[in-house]
């Protein structure tokens, strides 16, 4: 059975998300040893799929000490409200970057207080302790009354912190010990976060996010919570009012790196991409053909069409490019 962490990663704005998220595909290619990567992609048609299923996630993953590690990135403000909460279902542990100057910032304390009610392991990452001026005792002195003032647990209170800066590319458990490489908070991930709950049992994957390409269309995304699911599997989808839906999976993939790869089947605790699901909708349960059994209904404001056209347009979206 494939290991596997699944952490969102939390930031605001400018904290040095994506300097740290580079960093780690960037360190976990070289030191890869060029194994499992299961069916790669070959021809160009399939990639130009992959280019196009793409555009919307920005989840990456790597492998670690024959660990897969699926980061699930954040979005970072209040106005993805319903977002927020259907991406952090995905994980069982989420990393809090701070920058050591600024602290924590009010635009975090939304996305952080639903990580600590859904019962998310935190980690702590003080980052850009390069920077003259920083503070980082002051900084986790802060975090710990932000999660203090969150109703955090013991458990959650007792959060690990590790140090460093992303842009020199290097994590440490002590700021004053300088290290070669970021790989501290990697053994940091492996450690406390804890790997998907194993349940035994038919399909459940609950849809937590969808994406779209003009080649295959509609791609459903989220977490296998039971079972295994297969290409060419006949399935349930399961309606969030009840309805039964019959279909097939079409395509499977899982995240690799910055992209995806196309595989034969996905076990429990791993996310993954179908296509092939007509008339999905998030929240819709994809369950065993024969025997049906729906996960819970997710409750979930959703943004009114006027927040959507200002969050494509928002900052947030604008920094994918870089
Ligand atoms: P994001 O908005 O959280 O994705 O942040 P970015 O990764 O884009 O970083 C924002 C800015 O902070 C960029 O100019 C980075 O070069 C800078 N930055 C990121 N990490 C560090 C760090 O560890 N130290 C310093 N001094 N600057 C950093």
Known sequence: MQ???NIAIIAHVDHGKTTLVDKILHTCSLFRDNQETGELILDNNDLERERGITIVSKNVSVN???????IIDTPGHADFGGEVERVLKMADGVLL??????????????VTQKALALGLKPIVVINKVDKENCRPDEVHEKVFELFFNLE???????????????KQGWMSTDYTQKTEDILPLLDAVIEHIPAPPVSEGTLQMQITSLDFSKFVGRIAIGRIARGTVTENQPVTLMKKDGKLVRSRIKELYTFEGLGRIRVESVKAGDICAVVGI????????????ENPEALPVMHIDEPTMNMLF?????????KEGK
């Open 3 to 5: 290991n596997i962490r």
């Open 310 to 318: 200002t969050i494509n347009n928002s900052p947030f979206f604008g």
């Open 97 to 110: 970057l701070v920058d050591a100057f600024e602290g924590p910032m009010p635009q975090t304390r939304f």
């Open 278 to 289: 007509d008339g999905f909708d998030i929240g819709d349960t994809i369950a065993d053909f």
């Open 152 to 166: 955090a647990t013991e458990e959650q209170l007792d959060f690990p912190t590790i140090y460093g800066s992303s």
């Open 64 to 70: 670690y000490k024959g660990t897969k590690i699926n």
